[in-house]
């Protein structure tokens, strides 16, 4: 199967944060954020492997800044790195206000996994990274579906060889 350039799976969308995106607070409500994290990651992964696409874990999300009502939300997500039939995908939030300045103000990393018509798993093609970012990215994305795969207790912590060799030198 053809590898695919990181920079092929990027998928981009812009929201403008209305009052019924909004918590008692008056920034955007958490959910919403997810909900947005959820489809644009989605269409980043359908993008990289051209099938259908279910998510199979948020392995991160952090809300570093509050997003207050009015402002302009732009999500850009992009397949970190892919394995057998699952991919990682990088969802890094950015947000303007009345002033037109543009600052990070989330992050997630989900994990997606293709799949055929009748639900079965299927393989995907792999990522090529081009960038100094996405290089960082792909080269840490075995360690977090390690971590991933642990505390979902779908895998024993004796069997990761990446976090080994990260904690504890192996
Ligand atoms: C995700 C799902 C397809 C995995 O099926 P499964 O029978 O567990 O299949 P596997 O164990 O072979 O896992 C498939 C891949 O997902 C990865 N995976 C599964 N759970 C994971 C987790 N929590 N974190 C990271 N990766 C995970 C596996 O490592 C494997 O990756 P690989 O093929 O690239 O090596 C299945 O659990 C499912 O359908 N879940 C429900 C999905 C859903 O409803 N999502 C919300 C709506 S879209």
Same mark, same amino acid.
């Given at each position: 199967?053809?590898?695919?350039?990181?920079?092929?799976?990027?998928?981009?969308?812009?929201?403008?944060?209305?009052?019924?995106?909004?918590?008692?607070?008056?920034?955007? !409500?958490? =959910?919403?954020?997810?909900?947005?994290?959820?489809? %644009?990651?989605?269409?980043? *992964?359908?993008?990289?492997?051209? $099938?259908?696409?279910?998510?199979?874990?948020?392995?991160?999300?952090?809300?570093?800044?509050?997003?207050?009502?009015?402002?302009?939300?732009?999500?850009?997500?992009?397949?970190?790195?892919?394995?057998?039939?699952?991919?990682?995908?990088?969802?890094?939030?950015?947000?303007?206000? !009345?002033? =037109?300045?543009?600052?990070?103000?989330?992050?997630? %990393?989900?994990?997606?996994? *293709?799949?055929?018509?009748?639900? $079965?798993?299927?393989?995907?093609?792999?990522?090529?990274?081009?960038?100094?970012?996405?290089?960082?990215?792909?080269?840490?994305?075995?360690?977090?579906?390690?971590?991933?795969?642990?505390?979902?207790?779908?895998?024993?912590?004796?069997?990761?060889?990446?976090?080994?060799?990260? !904690?504890? =030198?192996?």
């Amino acid at each position: 199967m053809k590898p695919k350039k990181a920079n092929e799976t990027c998928a981009i969308a812009t929201h403008l944060v209305l009052p019924n995106d909004t918590n008692f607070h008056n920034t955007l !409500f958490g =959910g919403k954020l997810m909900a947005w994290i959820d489809i %644009i990651a989605s269409i980043s *992964a359908r993008r990289h492997c051209n $099938r259908e696409v279910v998510t199979a874990s948020i392995n991160h999300i952090s809300f570093d800044k509050p997003i207050k009502m009015g402002d302009t939300v732009t999500l850009e997500a992009k397949v970190s790195r892919a394995f057998t039939s699952s991919m990682e995908i990088f969802v890094d939030v950015y947000v303007e206000d !009345f002033s =037109g300045d543009r600052v990070k103000a989330n992050e997630a %990393i989900t994990t997606f996994v *293709a799949i055929d018509q009748r639900g $079965r798993t299927i393989e995907v093609p792999q990522v090529e990274p081009e960038t100094e970012e996405e290089k960082t990215r792909f080269e840490g994305a075995l360690r977090r579906k390690q971590l991933s795969l642990i505390l979902a207790k779908k895998m024993e912590p004796n069997d990761a060889s990446e976090l080994k060799a990260l !904690f504890l =030198g192996k």
